[in-house]
């Protein structure tokens, strides 16, 4: 069922080591049909120009080539095929790295099985609704919504969880003010949301984004200008 409904999606994945690669090709067997395999960046290259595949899973440690610079030359002249790194390094330059490339995901080694799930489905939907994970908010202002980072003038900024969800849930109904209702069913979860907490979390959460992006409507809610 899986496999029919994705038929149609190419896979290139690329990872130096054997063993490695072997298991993530096992898996990816579970969804897709049409899966390439590289050792290298620079194989990597040849199978991209000639399978051009929807969705590319690369490690950024390899011989001969590393990931950034193998994504850098897909991104030259490609903005829309997804791209999954996996790496063994949670370093601040590579995850900028990540965003300055577009529609890629980060993850970071070991990968759990959800998280690898999580992300390859948010590729399908991207490709699906052409849409990106990484959302522009202003000049030099971005948040990752698959990774939950807010990057502001190369830096990335430190969000509390409940900043994190409250950011989240505007930027995806970017269109309209979602309701206080909606705030404390997303951001709060079971617990209850005061008056007052609502205010302190919007007041610590525009100190640390662009001014003026969020936007209050009286007994309505909050909309995100963006």
């Known amino acids: 069922m899986i496999k029919n409904k994705y038929k149609n999606i190419k896979i290139l994945y690329v990872e130096d080591d054997e063993i490695a690669r072997e298991n993530?090709?096992?898996?990816?067997e579970n969804f897709f049909e049409l899966i390439y395999e590289a050792n290298d960046?620079?194989?990597?290259?040849?199978?991209?120009?000639?399978?051009?595949p929807d969705i590319i899973i690369t490690d950024i440690q390899m011989p001969k080539l590393n990931g950034l610079e193998f994504i850098k030359r897909i991104r030259q002249k490609d903005k829309k095929t997804q791209i999954i790194i996996i790496t063994a390094f949670c370093d601040k330059d590579y995850l900028l790295k990540a965003i300055e490339l577009g529609l890629v995901k980060y993850l970071i080694k070991p990968v759990k099985e959800k998280e690898f799930e999580e992300a390859l489905f948010l590729c399908v939907n991207s490709l699906q609704e052409d849409i990106s994970n990484i959302v522009k908010l202003e000049n030099n202002s971005y948040f990752?919504?698959?990774?939950?980072?807010?990057?502001?003038?190369?830096e990335i900024?430190?969000?509390?969880?409940?900043?994190?969800?409250?950011?989240?849930?505007?930027?995806?109904?970017?269109?309209?003010?979602?309701?206080?209702?909606?705030?404390?069913?997303?951001?709060?979860?079971?617990?209850?949301?005061?008056?007052d907490a609502l205010k302190t979390l919007v007041k610590n959460i525009k100190t640390k984004l662009p001014k003026d992006l969020i936007l209050n409507l009286t007994n309505s809610g909050y909309k995100i200008d963006v």
């Open 144 to 154: 990752d919504i698959f990774n939950k980072n807010l990057v502001i003038n190369d």
């Open 24 to 28: 993530g090709i096992e898996y990816l």
């Open 41 to 52: 960046a620079i194989k990597a290259l040849q199978l991209y120009e000639k399978y051009k």
């Open 157 to 195: 900024i430190k969000l509390r969880t409940k900043e994190i969800l409250f950011l989240e849930l505007l930027i995806k109904n970017k269109n309209r003010y979602v309701s206080y209702e909606e705030i404390e069913n997303y951001v709060w979860d079971e617990s209850v949301m005061t008056k």
